[in-house]
Every structure is written in structure tokens, then in C-alpha cells.
């Protein structure tokens, strides 16, 4: 039963208290995302040297190290995704996020679907090269020798003699969102339960959950397996969870922590944490456990890291030799934008960024001649990361957006294929009504009207000829899209299996960025080629 501890705490903390009670502070980051430098709310680099800035490692750093010196013994947990977001991992890769992360006191890493972006290959030496242990409890790398001994799925710490064990699990969604080779993902909530009996039997203390699910499964594992489980930490979301009003002023996903009841064990109630994503937000949790391991209290809330929190001197020094280099890449000036590209558009309806990015593929593939058939392009809003705000677009903010360097791929298919493929980019949501989903489409040559208002989706597909008119199920088309959806047993993979004569057009930040420079200046104007009714 939780309580308002009254009596004054005179031990430090990671330690058992005067009265048998026992303290454990949790530090917590996720979703790096590769802001080696500094960010804003809503573009990976910050460009404007102003309150805007905030984040970036030098400032993660020195936040978690004056944490750490204030609570020693404090845990220190990385929940995912530290790779893929910013041109410093889509140049320097496992390398380089390596090095710096190894310079944190990390206790536990969990991984995140983005260290599977560049498969087996890119995540298994960086496993290998971590100094910290790593917890996946949900996935089966029997296929993939490379992996073996890189991970566990728990581990246990002691702090203050208590035994704390450590479990980590990693979203499904990985087997289609990602790169990962023959390794299969497993249900986290089963896995969850599994771990947590096998840390109970053991006699362990504290058993936390370093999850990179999401909230929602997170709230779910708390709810049905959660009686052996006294915290989650989580990622992979970016859920700010805050109390009172947001600093960034970004949508807050409930209070810090979120607390959720087990079912099974009625008045065992599990706090739930998380610290939103690109470095905007450390985590600062503080727990009190009794003598029977029960948790009775808790407090603590995010540390946001605006400019009023210092950059580490020493870790700038560090990161500016690389910095050096990557910017006499990235600050050639490509283009021009009239306004702001807002990628957040682009998961509920027809965004100005990513009728842009398709223009310039369906332009691609019309210049090659592949066919004399129609053009069709389009790409998935999870593959663009980033907006391009107004003023001078340069080549580092283009690979911001496109940091996956992905092939543009074209190829010949039947109308009725792509209709079935478009119906199957709102089967992920993120938000059912009104509809939000990582896998909309932003086309060109086509317009296409998506009708969620009945339980399956209804699309209609007008094909530009001189007029637009109505594709044809049985007419074959030249349809260009980026190729991690032709992926083989991807969520897509109807258009692998009857698609046919498939050419690469280059990478997709070279095409978008030869295009860019044939149009500039942009000017932003939607034509309602895309229409979503809910």
C-alpha cells in the first residue's frame, strides 16, 4: 500500500534507510536517435543557436553525471534506439554512437528497432563493443550465429545488498519496421511473465522491466503480467509523461510516472517511466522499497534540457573533430524552402514535404524511360524523419529527413496490387479516429482517396493521364517507391510477389536532392492528391 513517507531520510541513496526502508533512484534515457548535437522540438539539428536549442550529448551527459553525483548508487538504463535519426548515424553509424555511449555510466542497455536498420551487420558489433550488459528477453536469434553471447535476457545488479534484476524486451514491430534478418520476435507480454517468475524464484529483490514496447504494451504487461514487476522503464513511443503543463509544450501521454494496478495481484501497483526521445528529457525517478521487497513510495519527475542546463566542455571537445568533419559534408546549401516542411503532417493526410518527396521520385523514374507506362510514385510517411523549415535547405537537414538511405526502386504492377497495397498502409495506426498511422502514403501521379469511415478501408485511385480517371485493376502501371517495401515477407510484400522488372533508381536522398535543386525554390502547396476521411 503506497503512503506519504513522513519520517526525514538521513542515508544516501542505492541504500537501506533507518527505519528497514530502501531506496533506489533510476536515471533513465531513450531514444537517443543520434542528437549527438543539439535539437529542437521539431527538427533533428538545431540550425539557430537560440533558446530553441536544447539536448544533444554534451548536455545529456552532463545532466545524467550531475544526477549520478547527487544519487550514487543510482541506476543508470538506456531503453532503446540510440541509433538512425540525424546524419551522424547515417554517416558514421554503429562507430561512432559506440564511442560516445560507452562514455555514460550505463548499468543496462536494452536495443530498440532502429539498432536493426542496417541488419545484423550494423547492430552485431555495436552489441559486442558495449561495456554494459544488454537485456532482450522477447527475440530468437538462433538463426543469426553472430549474435550469440552479445545479450541476455536479464540480468541482476545489487545495490545496497538488495538484488535487483534487470528484464528487456523489444517491440514486434521490429520484424516489419526494420532490417532484422532471420531473427524472430517473440510476445513480450508472455516473455515478460516468463523472466519475472524465473528473477522471483531466484529471490531477487527488484525485478524492473527496461522496455522498448511502447507505453501502451508497457500499460498492458503492467496490467496482466505485472504482479511480479515493480517498474517499467520504457521507450520507443516518445511519450512525455509530466505533471502540470509540458515545458516544450509538446502533447503530454499521462503523469510521471504512470501507475497501473495488477490484475492478478490486487493493490500491487506498478510505476510506469519513460523520458520522451531525442535528448529533450532525462528521467529521474527515486523508489522506496520495504523489508519484503514491496515498493511503498515514489517521486521524482523529467529534468528537461533546455539551455538553462550546461553542455559538458569536455564531451564538446570530444564530439567536434567529427563535427568538423560531417559539416564540411552537410552544409552545402542544395535549395530553398518558402516555408516549413512539417513532416508531422504526413501520418493524418496529404503533407507539402511529402508530395515534394514523391514529385522528385515519380521525376526519376520518368526521366529513366523504364516503360511507356503510366508513372506512379509513392513513399510511407515512417521513412521521412524530419521537417525542413524555411530558408536554405542544406544537404545535412535533406539526410535528416532521409536517414535510412534507402534504393528508389521502380518496377511494373497491376492496378489491383497497388489498390491492396494501399489499403494495407492504414492497418498500423498510431490513432484510429482521427487516423494517424506510420505507414500513409504521400504519392505522385495518382490521386488517392482513403475512406476509413467503415471498418475496411475503401480506396479509390485516379490515375493522371491528360485527366485524372480511375486506375485499372487489371492495367499494368510503373509504380516507383522506396525498397525497404519490397522488402522480402515485409508488411508490403504483395508488390514484390506480383510486381516485376524491378530497376533502382539511386538513393533516395540523391534523388530527392537532384530534384530539389531542379525546382527551387519550393513553395509549398498541397493539390489534394491525397484525401483521408475518417
Known sequence: MFFILT????????????????????????????????????????????????????????????????????????????????????????????????????????VGNHEFDDGIAGIAPYLKELRAPVVVANIDTSQEPALKDLYQPHTVLERGGRKIGIIGLITTETQTSSNPGRVKFLDPVEAAKREAEILTNKRVDIIILLSHCGLDVDKLIAKEVGENIDIIVG????????????????????????????????????????????????????????????????????????????????IKALLKPYQDELHAIVKEVIGEAKDDLIMTECGSGECAIGDIFADAVLDAAKEMKFSNLTNIAFLLRNTIRGSISKGDISRGGLINTLPFTNDMVSFIVRGEHLIEAFKITTSNAWVRKPFQGPWLPQVAGVKLKINLTNETPIVEVYVKDDDFKPLDPQGEYQVSTISFVLKEGGTFDVLRRNGRDFKVIGKDVDVVEKYIKKISPIRPLLDNRLTVIN
Not at 25 to 52: G, K, L, Q, S
Not at 236 to 259: R, T
Not at 278 to 304: A, M, S
Open 7 to 110: 519520517f526525514v531520510f538521513s542515508v544516501a541513496s542505492a541504500g537501506v534507510l533507518n527505519s528497514g526502508v530502501f531506496r533506489l533512484d533510476i536515471v533513465h534515457y531513450n531514444d537517443f536517435h543520434a542528437r549527438f548535437e543539439e535539437t529542437t522540438v521539431d527538427y533533428p539539428i538545431c540550425t539557430t543557436n537560440d533558446t530553441n536549442c536544447l539536448g544533444g550529448y554534451a548536455r545529456l551527459y552532463h545532466e545524467i553525471k550531475t544526477l549520478l553525483k547527487e544519487k550514487p548508487g543510482a541506476l543508470l538504463l538506456n531503453a532503446g534506439d540510440t541509433f538512425q535519426g540525424t546524419y551522424w548515424y547515417t554517416l558514421l553509424k554503429w562507430n561512432i554512437t559506440q564511442k560516445f555511449i560507452n562514455l555514460l555510466p550505463n548499468d543496462v542497455h536494452t
Open 235 to 314: 521507450g520507443h513511443s516518445h511519450s512525455l509523461l509530466w505533471n502540470g503543463e509540458s515545458p516544450s509544450h509538446e502533447e503530454i501521454s499521462g503523469p510521471y510516472p504512470v501507475i497501473v494496478e495488477s490484475e492478478k495481484r490486487p493493490g500491487h501497483k506498478i510505476p510506469i517511466v519513460t523520458a520522451s526521445a531525442f535528448t529533450k528529457y532525462v528521467g529521474n525517478l527515486t523508489t522506496y522499497f520495504n523489508r519484503n521487497g514491496d515498493l511503498i513510495h515514489f517521486d521524482g519527475e523529467p529534468v528537461f534540457l533546455n539551455r538553462s542546463i550546461p553542455e559538458d566542455p569536455e
